[in-house]
């Protein structure tokens, strides 16, 4: 008698092996074993994930002609692909929220038209790749992981990675701008036309260039540098850094222009405006101007007619008023206080003001104790303490010299000049605070004006 065949089979991938058991060539088979089993398994290089109990099985009644796995591998476990969530919309999603209803109809000029972002916003938040699980098949061999794949770099200009690796952050304030999958934040505006309805308010913290106008009854806020292309209508405008306006201003004293830095526009008309730097401009009419650096008229008019200019350096022009009388309010400003660092050095003299009180005190008590104890510790104490009180005074009296220094700034007059370099027609008022220019309403010409010892000095301009 023979015994029964057995062939083991492998799968293509050596992820599974099967045994195949054929009857005996010559009648009936010898008993099969699970050693036999075992024995063949082996011969085939099997070493991994052999199923004894199936062999076990199969010894007791074998299944003819047909595979059975006996042994199974593990599979391998690729890796997750990294993930990356925008927390901001590409230039192509992103669309104004209108919103709005019956009850609440649309305000067109706070759409936000912009994808503005702070420093500091969350752009976009990624989950990193994972390198998978190897696996083992039946030979006892590895399985190699396929590795996650990482997702492109989302990093653009003016981006920054958090500490966590995984969160990627606004470096400034700016526009979103994509190029594919990367985030870019534009610290410059720029709007193709006209502020109007298609791009409602403006506000931003960076530069904003308009190649339009800014329109009637809008706003635009701008942390930075603004350039108009072309004019400023009566709008409210706020300026952190310059303005320049290639154009000129159109305004209304309900409206306001307030500037950070200095102000460049070829006119203005009935405006409002407020600016911390110098102003330049051709000529202006019928406004409310106060600036804190000088004006300079200069151009085909340089000229200055109606409302009220207030200046705190130089203010100059060809012409200052018209023929026609028209009243021209022209002011020097005083230098301002600086209120905050008059209040910390205030704060200071009255801390130490108590400290020399405190200090008083426990040198007289001191001084008592010395002469009826022997200890030591108490002399060098009170000697201590009695060494302070020159120290103490004298930073007094720097405090005191530094507080009248600013307080000075502010009462040292008035340093601006007006400087007229044809005529000063004689509906051109004239003041420094409450002290007029008094002329007898006559025309002056080629003039310089300032305050020299609180009074008023015409010299030739």
């Not at 200019?309 to 023929?323: C, H, K, P, Q, R």
């Not at 005529?423 to 004239?430: I, K, L």
Request: with cysteine; net charge negative; aromatic share 6%.
């Amino acid at each position: 008698m023979g015994k029964y065949t057995i062939r083991i089979d492998v799968n293509d991938d050596n992820t599974e092996a099967s045994v195949i058991i054929g009857q005996a060539p010559d009648g009936k088979p010898e008993p099969l074993t699970q050693e036999d089993l075992q024995r063949a398994a082996a011969g085939a290089r099997i070493s991994f994930g052999l199923d004894k109990a199936t062999l076990r099985a199969l010894a007791s009644g074998p299944m003819l002609d047909a595979p059975f796995p006996i042994a199974r591998g593990v599979p391998a476990t690729d890796g997750a692909d990294g993930v990356a969530v925008f927390r901001v919309k590409k230039s192509d999603e992103f669309k104004p929220n209108y919103g709005g209803d019956d009850a609440a109809p649309v305000d067109y000029k706070n759409v936000d038209v912009f994808q503005i972002v702070k420093k500091g916003d969350v752009l976009c938040e990624v989950t990193q790749p994972t390198p998978g699980e190897n696996g083992t098949n039946v030979y006892g061999g590895i399985i190699p992981a396929r590795p996650g794949r990482p997702i492109p770099n989302p990093c653009g200009a003016n981006t920054v990675w958090a500490e966590d690796g995984t969160t990627l952050l606004a470096a400034t304030d700016g526009v979103v701008n994509f190029n594919g999958t990367v985030i870019h934040i534009v610290e410059q505006l720029n709007i193709a036309g006209d502020v109007d309805l298609s791009t409602g308010n403006v506000r931003f913290g960076g530069d904003v260039t308009v190649r339009g106008s800014v329109n009637e009854n809008f706003i635009v806020e701008c942390g930075g540098n603004l350039t108009v292309k072309g004019k400023i209508g009566s709008a409210d405008v706020r300026v952190g850094g310059n303005l320049i306006v290639a154009d000129g201003v159109n305004g209304s004293r309900q409206r306001t222009i307030e500037v950070g830095g200095f102000m460049r526009a070829r006119y203005i008309e009935s405006g409002t405006i407020r600016v911390k730097g110098d102003l330049f401009s051709d000529y202006i009419i019928d406004s409310n101007v106060e600036c804190r650096g000088n004006i300079v008229l200069s151009g085909a008019k340089s000229v200055l007619v109606g409302g009220r200019t207030a200046v705190f350096g130089e203010f100059s022009a060809n012409y200052m008023g018209n023929e026609r009388g028209i009243k021209t309010r022209v002011e020097l400003l005083e230098p301002p206080i600086d209120e905050e660092e008059l209040a910390r050095l205030t704060a200071e003299r009255d801390a130490l003001n108590a400290e020399i009180k405190s200090n008083a005190e426990n040198v007289a008590k001191l001084r008592l104790l010395v002469g009826q104890s022997d200890k030591p510790e108490i002399g060098a104490l009170y000697k201590q303490l009695k060494e302070q009180t020159p120290v103490l005074r004298e930073k007094l009296h720097r405090l005191e010299d530094e507080i009248r220094r600013v307080k000075g700034e502010a009462e040292q007059g008035y340093p601006g000049k007006i400087i007229c370099r044809r005529v000063m027609y004689s509906g051109v008022d004239v003041f420094a605070g409450s002290l007029m220019l008094q002329r007898d309403h006559l025309n002056l010409e080629h003039c310089k004006l300032y305050i020299d010892k609180g009074d008023w000095v015409v010299g030739l301009a």
